[in-house]
Each structure stands twice: as C-alpha cells, then as structure tokens.
C-alpha cells in the first residue's frame, strides 16, 4: 500500500532534481551515489542514462547492489551555509530492477524521468534497467 504523502512532502519531492541512492552489497558494504528520479504512482523512478560508465549496466555497483540486498535509502535535501534552511527527506525503500521490454511499467518510468529531465531525450535510457524504489518509510525535517 503506497504511503500518503503530505503536501509539502510531495512539493519537496518535486522541486528537487537531485537525490542519493544509498545501496549495500551482500557483504553490507556501503554506496551512496547522486540520482536524478522521477516521483511518479507513489513510486521513485532512476534510469541507468548514457553518461560514460567503465561497465555494463548490468555490472554496476548499484544494480548489483539491489539485486543482492533490495534495501536501499534514498536522501533529498536542501544544504546551505545558513543552517536555518536545511532540509531533508529521507526515504528507506525496497528496491526492483525493472528490465527493458519487461511490461508497461517500465515504459511509464522511461515516459516520467523524460518528461522531468529533457536531456533524456536524446539518450538510449529505454533500452535499460530502470531502478524502482517502493518507499516503505521517510522521515521529512526542516530547521525552521
């Protein structure tokens, strides 16, 4: 059952453009890795882009990650040299993989991470993994 979002949480959620996906391996290892996502049916959404990579997608860290241990921690925050307008939301999340051709889900992920970021446009991220986060609890604070 997806998790109500106060008004201000979903405006938090939708003005920012950046977040940070923390993973663990198998070993519970760390990773923290910055993420442009799209917020879209109670579901976070991150496409795996065109951006150089050293490795196959299927190879990287944070897939790896997810597919070893589907815990995962996603961080959004506002960070400034004054302190009284810090903000965060934290989400603990379970994480899927879904897999290019796999069903419409993953078409309406390509469809909402297009729609928020047009640099994608023009990159291949349809033929992909995307990363599907389930929120299962957050935490929003603010200083003021």
């Known amino acids: 059952m997806p998790l109500e979002l106060e008004p201000q949480i ?6 920012h ?4 996906l923390a ?9 923290v890795i910055p993420i442009c996502y799209a917020f879209h049916d109670a579901f976070f ?3 795996i882009d065109d951006k150089p990579k050293t490795l ?22 506002d960070y400034s040299e004054d302190w009284d307008t810090l903000a965060y939301l934290h989400v603990r999340c379970f994480a899927e993989i879904l897999e290019p051709g796999a069903g419409e ?6 469809t909402a991470l297009r729609a928020r970021y047009p640099q994608y446009h023009a990159m291949e991220i349809g033929l992909r993994p995307v990363i599907k986060l389930v929120p299962a ?7 003021r």
């Open 10 to 15: 979903r405006r938090f959620i939708e003005t």
């Open 17 to 20: 453009r950046v977040a940070h």
């Open 23 to 31: 993973t663990a391996d198998a070993h519970g290892r760390p990773s």
């Open 45 to 47: 959404y991150s496409a």
């Open 56 to 77: 196959p997608s299927a190879r990287l860290q944070r897939i790896q990650n997810i597919r070893n241990n589907p815990n995962v921690a996603l961080v959004i925050d």
């Open 105 to 110: 889900e993953h078409s309406a992920a390509i």
């Open 137 to 143: 609890r957050l935490r929003f604070w603010r200083a």
